[in-house]
């Protein structure tokens, strides 16, 4: 059965620091990974879709690698400003998650 | 981009009675849709994973009977919570697509069982 850790569970850091997310997983024979990010109470929008053939996508201050082989994903978030502040989590494709990173930018 | 309609996005409703919250693929069609339920401050736990047409898969602990799923369509699924009761109170969300295209969430639904 297929075990998504994430790392750290919770980080709190000064506006403009660039910062790194950590996701594992146990069995490597995935299809993709995603990274999606949830405010309180809300629903989880989605980041970053890396497919297994891939090593890393980007969108804008987000950079996100993948190592199949190695069981390990990160999420790079450059420049972080006080709206990124929400829980980060990764899935891989069979949607099982992480417990989550939850992210705080002061400014 | 895919678009996920979950609804509704609150309900509250008596002890005893059923549930149903709907989630439907505006944009595209979904192979797969799953659910989630959401207690806070914790992580989403995966509680069935459905494929058009077929029966949904639920995960160890989850009662079939109690939360039943219907894939009917590809664009839309529906989670049917059954005679609830206020443990069942939690945040519900769903989320489809395919495993090439990854998946897209709804908004979630907030079920309070009093």
């Known amino acids: 059965k297929q075990e998504v850790t994430q790392i750290p569970a919770a980080l709190s850091v000064p506006e403009g620091e660039n910062l790194v997310l950590n996701c594992s997983f146990t069995?490597?024979?995935?299809?993709?990974l995603q990274w999606f990010r949830q405010d309180p109470g809300k629903g989880l929008t989605s980041l970053l879709l890396?497919?297994?053939?891939?090593r890393e996508q980007t969108s804008g201050r987000l950079n996100a690698s993948l190592d199949k082989s190695s069981g390990r994903s990160t999420l790079y978030i450059a420049a972080s400003q006080p709206g990124d502040s929400a829980t980060y989590l990764c899935?891989?494709?069979?949607?099982?998650f992480g417990a989550g990173t939850r992210l705080t930018v002061k400014p | 981009g895919a678009v996920v309609s979950q609804h509704p996005s609150r309900v509250i409703c008596k002890s005893g009675t059923s549930v149903k919250i709907e989630c439907r693929s505006l944009?595209?069609?979904?192979?797969?849709m799953f659910w989630y339920r959401q207690f806070p401050k914790q992580s989403l736990m995966l509680m069935a994973t459905?494929?058009?047409?077929?029966?949904?898969?639920?995960e160890q602990g989850v009662e079939k009977d109690k939360f039943l799923i219907n894939h009917a369509s590809l664009t839309l699924s529906t989670l049917t919570v059954t005679s609830a009761h206020p443990e069942d109170s939690s945040f519900y969300i769903c989320?489809?697509?395919?495993?090439?295209?990854?998946?897209?969430f709804g908004s979630g639904t907030r079920l309070t069982v009093v």
């Open positions: 989320s489809a697509g395919r495993p090439v295209d990854g998946y897209t």
């Open positions: 069995d490597s024979a995935i299809y993709n």
């Open positions: 890396i497919q297994s053939s891939q």
């Open positions: 899935a891989v494709d069979d949607m099982r």
């Open positions: 944009d595209f069609q979904a192979t797969t």
């Open positions: 459905s494929n058009e047409g077929s029966k949904a898969t639920y």
